[in-house]
């Protein structure tokens, strides 16, 4: 809990490092660091994310197996078949299905509330209608190529802290697109589009794992 909650922390500092923000969006005036950004991030990955995750990666992803394999093949087939067999099933879940019916709508979800808007959950239900289908989709891209190395190669006790070190990156990359006036639809440029941009009212960072 505490790494997780250290890690989101991170990524929201190295996102506001690296890409200042300039106050009222006007690149004439200085830059401004949002410690409340910081410590939502944190509270986040330290109370939220982090308990969940250990209990869907390490307690319950690892011990799902294929239901599209019956078990008179399952007899037939080397361990090694089968474990392909299931990590594909696994990863399908993982990185295809979890994100888009559990992580996005949860981040969205408890970091509204954290913001203290008046109606965390209109504001929760508008990102979601508005960006939903574009961080999905940036998340099958950065999540499912990291998620199979994961469960083919990484022990299962090393994968929440290798998810961690890469959502780092993830959130800072999110973090510039989604608090970065001038990004995002109509900008032309190919990663903005896919993921949107809100103004910087409206939002603060963007982490989905």
Avoid at 27 to 36: A, D, I, S
Avoid at 39 to 56: E, H, M, N, Q, T
């Amino acid at each position: 809990m505490v790494s997780t909650g250290l890690f989101f922390g991170l990524g929201d500092c190295l996102a506001q490092a690296l890409f200042p923000h300039h106050i009222d969006d006007d690149v004439n005036k200085g830059t401004e660091f949002h410690y409340q950004r910081t410590i939502r991030a944190s509270i986040y990955g330290l109370l939220i994310f982090a308990p969940l995750s250990v209990k869907w990666h390490r307690m319950t992803l690892p011990y799902l197996k294929s239901p599209f394999m019956l078990a008179a093949r399952r007899a037939r087939l080397t361990p090694t078949h089968i474990d392909v067999h299931d990590n594909l099933f696994r990863l399908a879940l993982d990185a295809l299905l979890m994100p888009g019916l559990v992580w996005i709508p949860l981040y969205n979800t408890a970091m509204s509330a954290l913001a203290l808007h008046e109606d965390p959950f209109k504001v929760a239900t508008d990102k979601l209608r508005n960006n939903w289908w574009n961080v999905l989709r940036a998340s099958w891209t950065v999540w499912t190529p990291l998620q199979l190395v994961n469960l083919f190669f990484v022990p299962v006790h090393l994968r929440i802290v290798l998810a961690n070190v890469w959502s780092i990156g993830w959130n800072c990359f999110l973090s510039f697109v989604h608090n970065t006036k001038g990004h995002g639809k109509g900008s032309g440029l190919l990663v903005e589009e896919l993921v949107d941009i809100e103004s910087a009212d409206e939002e603060q960072t963007m982490v989905y794992a």
